[in-house]
């Protein structure tokens, strides 16, 4: 299965990557992550990454579809993979399709995930991460034991630099702008399908399933 997850930042999509994942025995490919880990290797080019994803701007459409993939190239994505916040605009659906056929392979579904704005505003603000495990936790909605700590591994939670409200702002902005008309080129080409993500993991993660079902397990 080759599937894409769209949303908003903050609806979720990381951790239903990793659950449909899991379920379809696929690797989950993080456009974010794969920037992250750049960033974190200091290299030019991350110097460059970080500068756009701090102000919550989109990285460069050829710099990004170049770096994903080069990643579905790697073996373990050879018969599947499901790809979360890539593409993000017209112009890298354009470039993916290219890529893919290529090698005469194609999507057999993408995924878009509604949230309202203030939910996701919500959401993001109040997120810390703990870099040494992976784990989310929320300020408010499900807060550490001790604050600022990882109730896993007791690692010190951090904010994402993206996660402020300024930034949060601008994110929604652009996704408005530069994604949701990628909703409408999915759409034409019979792709597209819709997931409430409010709720919880397993309740989304139902919704997700059934979606699937309906149009491509
Ligand atoms: P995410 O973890 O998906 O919220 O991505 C974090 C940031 O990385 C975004 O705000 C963008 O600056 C950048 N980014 C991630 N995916 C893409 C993409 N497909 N195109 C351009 N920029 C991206």
Redesign the pocket.
């Known amino acids: 299965m080759r599937i894409v997850l769209i949303g908003p930042?903050?609806a979720g999509?990381?951790t239903q990557a990793r659950v449909l994942a899991d379920l379809l025995s696929v690797p989950a490919i993080?456009?974010?992550?794969l920037?992250?880990a750049e960033i974190g290797r200091g290299s030019e080019l991350g110097e460059l990454?970080r500068q756009?994803?701090q102000?919550?701007?989109?990285?460069?459409?050829e710099l990004?579809t170049a770096l994903?993939t080069q990643r579905l190239r790697e073996p373990d994505a050879a018969d599947g993979f499901l790809l979360?916040?890539?593409?993000?605009?017209v112009r890298?659906a354009e470039l993916l399709q290219e890529a893919l056929g290529e090698d005469g392979t194609v999507l057999d579904a993408v995924l878009a995930f509604d949230m309202p704005d203030d939910e996701i505003v919500q959401r993001l603000t109040g997120r810390r991460l703990c870099p040494a495990c992976g784990t989310t936790v929320h300020t408010v909605f499900s807060p550490p034991r001790v604050p600022d700590r990882c109730d896993g591994c007791e690692g010190a939670l951090v904010r994402r630099a993206?996660d402020t409200e300024e930034t949060v702002l601008r994110?929604l902005a652009?996704y408005a702008e530069q994604t949701v008309p990628l909703l409408r080129w999915y759409t034409d080409r019979d792709l597209l399908v819709h997931v409430d993500a409010m709720g919880t993991v397993a309740e989304v993660s139902d919704r997700m399933r059934s979606a699937l079902a309906a149009v491509a397990l």
């Open positions: 930042p903050g999509k990381g993080s456009s974010g992550d920037f992250r990454v756009h994803t102000a919550g701007e989109l990285v460069p459409d990004t994903v979360d916040g890539f593409p993000r605009t890298q993206d994110r652009v």
